[in-house]
Structures are given as C-alpha cells and as structure tokens.
C-alpha cells in the first residue's frame, strides 16, 4: 500500500512538474515526444506493410519465373526432349539477378516422375515427399527446409490446352529474401532518423517564434473575457480610439471592412478609406491571428455598441405598441417576451406566458395560427392570418388576426408575431350573415309554403275521411284505418321535419366551424325550395360524389351560401324569358381541393360587372330586387374556411360559380377543433 502510495505521489510531483515549465519547453518537448511516437509507430507499421510487401513481390516474381517455365516446357515434355528442358531450367532460373534469388527449379510430369532440375548434386528427398500432385492445378507456395536452408517452394501447372502434364518448381532463397528485407528496413530507419532531427531543430525554433505573440493574445484575451472591451490591447501599432469610426458614432452607417452587404447594394460615399481599426499586415500565420484577434475584438466592440443602442431604440417601441406583440421560440414553443398590451389581452403577467406554450392559448388543430406557421414558416418568411380563436386566461375564445414573422433572437429561432383582437368584427359579421339569413328565409317563403301545403293537405284529407266514416256510424276495416292513421303520422313528420330545417338554418352559428359533409348543406337548399323550381320549369342535376373528405366551416352559412347561387341561377333563367333551363351542381376533388360547381344555362355576366359582382351592394337588378349583398357575404363566409369562390361566365350562355375547399385535417385525441 505505501510502495502504491509513493508512486502516485512522485507521478502527480512529475505531473506539476510538466505543468509549471513555460509554453516554449512545452511545445519544444511535446513536438519532439509525438514526432518520436510518431516514427516509432511508423517504424512499426512499416515493417509489417514494407516487409509483408516485399515478400509479395518476391513471391510473384518467384510464380512468374515458374509460369515462364511451364509456358516453354510443355512441347520438351511432349516431344519427350529432356535435355532442351534442363537447358531450358538453367536459362530461366540463372538468367541475371536471379541467381542469387531462385535455389533450385525442376519439373515433374504428371505420374510425379522427375523430368529435369538445375542440382549439380543429387536431388534432394525432401523435395519428393512434400510435392503436390503432379496432375494438380493449382498454384502452390509453401515455405520448406531442405539441406539446412529454408526456401520457399512455389510449383504451377504446366498445362498443353485443357491437359496437364505435369508440374514447374521453383525454389526462392528464404536468406536472399531476408537480406533484402533487412536493407529495407535499414534505409527506411535512417530517413526516420533523419525527420527526427529535422523536427527537432524546427521544434526548437518554432517554440520561440511562437510563444510571444501568444502571450500577447493571451493577455488580450484575458481583458476581453472580463467584458473590458474599452481597455487598449497590446497587439501591435497604436490602435485608434472609437470616437474616430463613423461606422461607431452613427449606427444607421455600415462598417464597410467588417460588414458583409448584399452585392449590388446602394452604399453611401465611403468618409473612412483607409479603415483605420481593420488590420491585414502582410506575414506568416501569427502575424494573421493577431490581426485576426484585433478585428474580432473591434467588431465585437462595435456591434456591441449598436446592439445596446437597438435595444435603447427599440424596446420602448415593443413595449408601448398598441398592439399585443409576443416572442415564442420555435424549437420549445414557450413564448420568451409578450408587451404589456398582449398580457392585458390574454390575462397572464409576463412571467405566466413564459412557463406557457402556444397551444395554451390557441387550440391544436386550429386549420390557421401561429402553431401551422412553426410546422410550415422558415426564417425569414412572413403571414397573415385572418380570424384565428385564441383562448384568453379566462376561458373566453377570443378572435385575432395575427401578423407573424420567423426570425433568429439571440441565438435562437423565434416567431415573432401581433395578434391584433378582431372579436367585435367577426361577431358583426356574425350579425350579418344572420339577417342575411333573415332575408332569405323570406325570400323561401313561397317555396315554404307550397312544402308545408302538400302534408298538411293529406293530413286534412285523412281526417276528413276518418270524420266522416264516424259520421256515417260505419265501421271501417282494421287495415283501412291503419292506412290511413300511418298516412297522417308521415305527413305530419315531413312537415315537422321541414320547420326543424328552418329553424336550424335561421340558427346563428357557432363561432367555432365543424366538419361538415358538402352534400349535407346542398340538399338542405333543395329540400326548401325543390318543388319551387320545379313549378318554375327549372331542371336541378345532382352529381354529388361519395366518399369526399369533410369541410370545416358551419353547415348553415354553407346552406346560405348554395342559396344565394341557386336564388342567381334562377333568377339569371328566368332574365332569358324560356320556358325553362337547368341548375347544375357538381362535387369532385381537384388537385387536393374539394370543389363545388354550380352551373346554370341563363343569361350570364356580362364582362364589365365580373369583376365587381363580389362587392358589396353591388347589383345588377332592378330597385326592390335585391341588395346586392348574397355574394359579398357568400365570398366573406367561403374566405373564412380558407376557401376560394371563383367565377366563369358567357354572356348568354350561362355561368359557373366554382368554390374551392381545403379538406379537413382527421381529428386527433386531445385535439380542439
């Protein structure tokens, strides 16, 4: 324990030790410890890569000289010359520097007899009790001891066509092979060497060179790192005092050198060539990095200054707006800042919509806001959205249209947006649309009362019948009656059935839209008045198609808004004086929209009023016929869900009013719609 003791004692002493010496000894002997790493490690490696390498090369020039054997010897053997082919064995093994490199050669035939070989002595046994089969062909290399020396024995097929012969033996000296191994080696840790040295004297140099400059940035560093931006820094020259930069006195003036303006932009007459604060001297790096530091420290003490006086300038501006301003950061969706008009709008302090999230205040799945923006919006893009609920602290929803931009805030991506309260306009409109309605419920009167005429007829002529069957005393049969008392229940459901209709679409709606099948608010309108057009001669054509996806937008105001297009249709047959004509209304999907035409054969829209028939008040009948009003507010409604309403006309001929709906998002659990 205390031999453990001692030593972590004397390694922590080494340790401070290394700590304490100046930055020169450290980079001199840090340099040298990691060149020396460095090069024994590459020693290392290269003796396995360079070694393993040259005896590859060694190995394929061994099976080259044995393929250039068995290439030539295959007509010897076949012509059965055995002395071409020892001739042939000492030519290509003895040619050159081959000498010294190949042991033996021999070649055996394909029943393993010995044809020729190059030994001046008799051949050795060992050789015959290690070859392969002489018919085999594959190329073999294995290592062998024969006569007290190693050798490495590679042997190839000699092939004449698609038949083997025999097989070429050609033996390396394994002592030639390690020679020049050992030379390799050799000459490679000489140059080793040699790096070392050269590393070391640079190192040496270096350390010097380098150590000054950076205990200069060092100091100056330190001064920074204490916020004293004001402090002279000794980085070189006389540096010039702030008062000096135009680019410091006026902050609505760029920095030419330090700010990068778009290519093409208008710049003002430059009062600053030279820049007296931005530094490029000519040298080496170091001389570069303090130039570096001298501009990174001038421009952060510059906009700096100008930070400090946006905020001075600007936050007066955020706090006193009128308009409830807030600052919601996109990555947590908490809001960062909110002026004092947006917390008197919600009813929570400032430090209550910070521990906040914007589904707080605007429920998920609202089809616009703030929370789509996120999902969708990119820096820098802007939107306006028209009509948004929002809950207040209270629980009352609340009607804003939010002005929205995407921007970086310190260092984080924000939604900055105003949500300017529009509640007391879309209730008015609300009030609107309703005596809209109003008007046309009266407008459905005639049509009403046919509706209700024909069950309240049947009822009178059942109870007629019943009354007089008791007033004759006689009795009627049991299924007579039957028949006749299920006639009256029918008839008086339809017509209950239909003033439950009326009064639903004289209901004001929700100020919250629903899902809503398109088909639904279209056979409302023809439900009421059907049996009007058709005693007015005019077709209705139906091509409503299953299985569209759902709408949000309120089933009545939809219902009013098929009214009025069908109240024009008629109203433009009816200006052609025929006998009759044809509304027809389609559903279908168009490019991810579910749309809705209704087309008529009447008189058209001539070309100077196309352009003005969604005005309000606008109208091209007579005094007492119409206000002008049915496709202003149908616009206004079809505008609220997001939709289009959109108009082709031939005078003449007829005209299609076209409205365009995005589908409904599936509600999800949790979500509000």
Known sequence: MNAASQSAGRAQAMLNRVRTLSLRNKIFLSTVGVVLLISGAIALLARGILVGTLDRELELRGIAIAQSIAERAGGFILD????????????????????????????????????????????????????????????????????????????????????????????????HIDALVAKLRLTFLGFISLVVVIIFL???????????????????????????????????????????????????????????????????PRTCNPCKFYRKRHGDEVVQLADAFANMVWSIRLYRHRLRESEERYRPLFQANPDPF???????????????????????????????TIGSIEPLGTPQGVQRFITEGTSGDHVLYAKVGHIT??????????????????????????????????????????????KTLGEMSAGMAHELNQPLNAIKL??????????????????????????????????????????????????????VDIRQPIKGVFAIIGQQMALQNIGVQLELAEGLPLVLAHANRLEQVFFNLVANARDAIQAL??????????????????????????????PKDVTKIFEPFFT??????????????????????????????EVGKGTTFRLLFPPAAPARTGEVL
């Open 80 to 175: 059965k010359r055995p002395e071409e082919l020892v001739a042939l064995l000492f030519d290509v093994s003895q040619l050159g520097d081959r000498k010294a490199l190949v042991a033996y050669s021999f070649v055996m035939d394909v029943d393993g007899k010995l044809l020729a070989n190059t030994f001046v002595r008799p051949f050795p046994s060992e050789l015959l009790d290690v070859v392969a089969p002489a018919d085999s062909q594959d190329t073999l290399v294995r290592p062998l001891r024969i006569e007290n020396s190693d050798v490495v024995d590679i042997s190839v097929p000699i092939q004449e066509g698609i038949y083997t012969l025999g097989r070429a033996h050609v033996g390396l000296r394994q002592s």
């Open 202 to 268: 640079i190192a040496l140099v270096l350390s010097g060179y380098v150590v000054e400059p950076l205990r200069k940035l060092t100091s100056a560093a330190e001064i920074i790192s204490r916020g004293r931006l004001d402090q002279p820094l000794d980085l070189g020259g006389t540096p010039p005092q702030p008062g000096e930069c135009p680019a410091y006195s006026d902050t609505d003036l760029p920095c030419w050198h330090l700010d990068e303006l778009a290519p093409g932009e208008d710049m003002p």
């Open 326 to 356: 807030l600052v919601l950061d996109v990555a947590t969706r908490y809001f960062l800042d909110a002026n004092p008009r947006a917390q008197e709008l919600y009813g929570y302090t400032l430090a209550q919509l910070q521990d906040m």
């Open 393 to 438: 602290r209270s629980g009352k929803t609340i009607y804003v249209n939010i002005h929205a931009t995407m921007a970086p805030y310190r260092e984080r991506v924000v939604v900055i947006f105003s949500a300017t309260d529009v509640t007391d306009l879309v209730e008015k409109d609300a009030q609107l649309i309703q005596a809209s309605k109003m």
């Open 620 to 649: 091209s009948k007579r005094a007492g016929e119409g206000m002008g009003l049915g496709l202003a507010i149908s616009y206004g409604i079809i505008k609220d869900y997001g939709g289009e309403l959109q108009v082709e006309t």
């Open 577 to 606: 004086k025929r006998g009759g004509g044809t509304i027809l209304i389609r559903s279908f999907m168009e490019h991810g929209q579910l749309v809705v035409s209704v087309t008529d054969n009447g008189c058209g829209i001539p």
């Open 462 to 515: 059942g109870s007629d019948f019943l009354k007089l069957a008791a007033g004759m005393d006689k009795a009627l049969p049991m299924e007579k009656f039957q028949q006749v008392s299920d006639e009256i229940s029918a008839q008086v459901d339809r017509a209950a059935a239909i003033i439950s209709h009326l009064r639903e679409f004289g209901r004001q709606s929700d100020l919250m839209p629903d899902q």
